[in-house]
């Protein structure tokens, strides 16, 4: 089978390799839809950050995998021959305390790998995935929704249950990229009646409009902050989420939070710089972080994207068959799109 692989310096490489056989516990999963995280592209197409464990290890690529299970190994207790799963992509040991939790993506063991990362992704025909990885994927949602909640989704939904984004909110959503749409999506779907993004380029403001995602989207600048307070009241929103992952990208989530406003910061990278007291002490905002998800959650937001009625594959401008992941992953570099899905079978035209 063809599989692809990034090797840095903003390049894709294929390679054919044999067609894994499961293991004990494990199933072959037939790839239908693999997106391309921003992630991917900071820590690993560019450049290979990370060291040691959690280094890239030359492996086929993809931690946003969706498909159908083709194959049982011994020992397979819930999961079968023709289940469309979603594979959430960090494999965790299974028994230190984060992974009984169910936030494998935070396990501290050796054993830990990440599909895409330190063990084979979804860049490929099959992946090899262990069951206790798997979420099912519903009949009402696309391959191509499951690959997004494999990663995007399920980091933005974590990251909007620990703020409590309600009915109650305004939210001020910083950096419009995928995982910023899909932060006003889901919040929209959670009751947030007031939508603001943040966002330079064009492409992205006019997705998140032509989509209705977005009630005002205000360029960064000098006066964001100012015209965010001008449409909240003069007091801000009392929900804000950065995913830029830039200084000032999160300086302002922070500071435009509202009195007694809570802010998650999910963009990765950088630094950030703010004045404790006046910033955060004195108007008693909090600051969460927020890294990926856990298992459960997943199933929850799930269960919800069908009850809520929303697709996640709405956010995906631009699909391309394996052979052409190459354009894809520099699409998704040079971030002109929304989000980039590398797709097989049906699901390459979206029908
Ligand atoms: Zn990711
Ligand atoms: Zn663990």
Sequence with gaps: MKGAYLPGNSTVIFRDTA?????????????KASTICGSDIRAIYREHLGKGPEAYQGVIAGHE??????????????????????????????????????????CSSEHRAAYGWQRDGGMAEYLLADEKDLVLLPDELTYTDGAQIACGFGTVYEALEKISVSGDDAVLVVGLGPVGLAALML????????????????????????LGLADVVIPPGPDALEQIRAVTGGRGPEKAVD???????????????RQWGKIALVGEGG????????????????????????????????????????????????????????????????GDCGKVAVCFDEELTGQ
């Excluded at 067609?19 to 790839?31: N, S």
């Excluded at 000032?248 to 435009?256: D, E, M, P, V």
């Design 19 to 31: 067609i894994p056989k499961p293991g004990h516990g494990q199933v072959l999963v037939k790839m």
């Design 65 to 106: 995998p969706c498909g159908q299970v083709v194959e049982e190994g011994p020992g397979i207790r819930r999961f079968k021959k023709g289940s469309r799963v979603i594979v959430y992509h960090i494999s965790g040991c299974g028994v230190c305390h984060d992974c009984r939790m169910g936030y494998m993506i935070s």
């Design 187 to 210: 919040a929209r779907a959670m009751g947030a009646r007031q939508l603001i993004g943040v966002e330079l380029k064009q492409d992205r403001i006019d997705l998140a409009k032509t």
């Design 243 to 257: 995913t830029s992952g830039n200084d000032q990208g999160r300086a302002l989530a922070i500071k435009a939070a």
């Design 271 to 334: 630094t950030v710089g703010f004045n404790p007291s006046p910033d955060i002490i004195h108007p008693q905002k909090s600051v969460y972080g927020s890294w990926v998800t856990s298992i459960w959650r997943m199933e929850d937001l799930v269960e919800h994207l069908v009850r809520w009625n929303i697709h996640p594959d709405i956010l995906v401008t631009h699909r391309f068959p394996l052979e052409k992941a190459d354009e894809a992953y520099r699409l998704m570099a040079s």
